[in-house]
């Protein structure tokens, strides 16, 4: 008898489970509302009490705030431009984009991947005020206030071996305050040398994804986790302390911020961190860069089945302002499929760090930089790192130029004697700066989208692709 009641068990789920999948596939995708109308516009004062609170949450910053301002100027001027910046930046996307796909191309059966439609629509962002912040330092900061209810048509094919599959994205909706720093101010046009974009809180962000013209966020579960995960990256990419910096001026007027120092990152050990694995235990490495850099992130190697690993491993980073900038520590758990979890992480300021004095950090491991997150009150573990930081000092026998005429110049027994005596000095950190400025008569069958390699000492760099 109880044989057969798990036969009937195994064929009930065998059977329920894709018949329910089939059947809710028909009502929540396949099929469209016919009964959805076109919104109402009232003026407020028809509205009553009850509806009024309802719609607070809707009311522009710059009328609940005296320190947000009100900008109907520039939503004018983001109306007029909106079809030129469409095009620009949807140019721009297709542009970045495309690298990124050859690669893909030729692997996992893949055939294509490519914009059939890139359009963010006809409606622009809107601006419902802006924060002006004042400082001693020589920047701006501003914090507008960005919704965008837009709606763009983009949609994404991926070609199989004989299968076609269109992704469409649409119905964006996107609220943000980024905090946006132009940095330093110049006396040269327009008089600031970058620009650092942040956010202080994560961005609310909601969307529609047609597969197949099946809406697939009308599945409950799958919409909570794709909107979880959008969250989570956008987070991880730009929530502060974690900065975007975009470069205006180019080195040539000034603006481009040059090395200062040297900092000596020494990663020695973790202890007690969180057991992530089925086993009990997890896969730390530790992921460490500096705010502002775009470079990108050093990171240990990975300590198997260790929940108090140690690494005594050792990293150079380059610092372009000592006075900002913070050293993030972020420790993950490796998986050998899907995304690496995330144990925990700490920031340092350079501040605290005095010149040529190496000092050693314990650092209680958190979730995030939010002290209201009640998550950041479960122990994480803790991380030791050993920190120096030295200047840098002004060469005044720098060259430029091709390095056959340098070398020509010199002969051996002048690099011997320079080296012996550069030896008997204390060493004095330094930086190699190479600036890759294109190449000419590249000619190749098979590929199109060239990139240089540059070594030096073990350490390799890559350009990006050019298409």
Same mark, same amino acid.
């Given at each position: ?75 004018? #001027? @983001? =109306?007029?431009?909106?079809?030129? !910046? %469409?095009?620009? /930046?949807?140019?721009?996307? *297709?542009?970045?984009?495309? &690298? ?61 071996? #004989? @299968? =076609?599959?269109?992704?469409?994205? !649409? %119905?964006?909706? /996107?609220?943000?305050?980024? *905090?946006?720093?132009?940095? &330093? ?283």
């Amino acid at each position: 008898m109880g044989f057969i009641n798990s036969l009937l068990e195994i064929l009930g789920l065998g059977i329920g489970v894709p018949l329910g999948l089939i059947v809710g596939y028909f009502l929540f995708v396949h099929f469209e509302p016919k009964d959805v109308k076109d919104p109402l516009s009232r003026p407020l004062h028809e509205f009553d009490t009850r509806s009024l609170l309802d719609l607070l949450p809707e009311v522009p910053l710059w009328a609940k705030h005296p320190d947000f301002h009100r900008v109907d100027w520039l939503n004018r #001027f @983001l =109306r007029y431009m909106w079809p030129y !910046l %469409d095009q620009a /930046i949807c140019n721009l996307i *297709r542009s970045t984009a495309q &690298p990124m796909f050859e690669e893909y191309v030729g692997t996992y059966q893949i055939k294509a991947l490519e914009f059939e439609k890139l359009s963010l629509g006809t409606l622009p962002p809107a601006i419902h005020g802006v924060k002006v912040h004042e400082t001693n330092e020589n920047e701006l900061v501003l914090e507008p206030a960005i919704r965008w209810a837009g709606n763009p048509n983009i949609i994404l094919v991926l070609k199989l071996l #004989f @299968l =076609r599959i269109p992704v469409q994205l !649409l %119905d964006v909706q /996107i609220s943000a305050v980024p *905090r946006i720093i132009l940095k &330093p101010l110049l006396p040269t046009f327009p008089c600031f040398a970058s620009i650092t974009v942040s956010l202080l809180d994560k961005p609310q962000v909601d969307f529609g994804l047609k597969l197949f013209n099946g809406d697939m966020m009308a599945i409950p579960l799958l919409y909570q986790s794709v909107q979880e995960t959008i969250r989570k990256q956008i987070a991880n990419l730009y929530l502060w302390p974690q900065t975007l910096e975009i470069p205006i001026l180019d080195g040539s007027a000034g603006a481009t911020k040059k090395p200062v120092g040297i900092l000596h990152v020494k990663v020695i050990r973790a202890r007690k961190l969180l057991k992530m694995d089925l086993l009990g235990t997890s896969d730390p490495y530790v992921q460490l860069s500096l705010s502002g850099e775009k470079l990108p992130s050093k990171r240990t190697t990975v300590k198997m089945n260790n929940l108090n690993p140690e690494w005594n491993e050792s990293f150079n980073l380059t610092v372009k302002d000592f006075r900002s900038q913070v050293l993030e520590l972020h420790v993950y758990d490796w998986e050998k499929f899907g995304t690496h979890d995330k144990l925990g992480m700490q920031v340092v300021p350079l501040t605290l760090i005095s010149p040529h004095e190496p000092k050693e950090f314990t650092l209680n491991l958190v979730k995030n930089q939010n002290l209201n997150d009640p998550h950041n009150k479960k122990p994480r573990g803790q991380l030791m790192v050993e920190l120096s930081y030295h200047p840098l000092r002004e060469d005044s026998h720098g060259f430029s130029g091709p390095l056959e005429r340098h070398e020509s110049q010199i002969s051996e027994s002048e690099v011997l004697e320079k080296t012996n005596e550069e030896a008997s000095h204390n060493c004095q950190p330094g930086l190699l700066l190479v600036t890759v400025k294109g190449a000419e008569d590249v000619e190749d069958k098979h590929h199109t989208n060239p990139y240089a390699l540059v070594m030096f000492r073990g350490e390799e760099k890559k350009t990006k692709f050019m298409s």
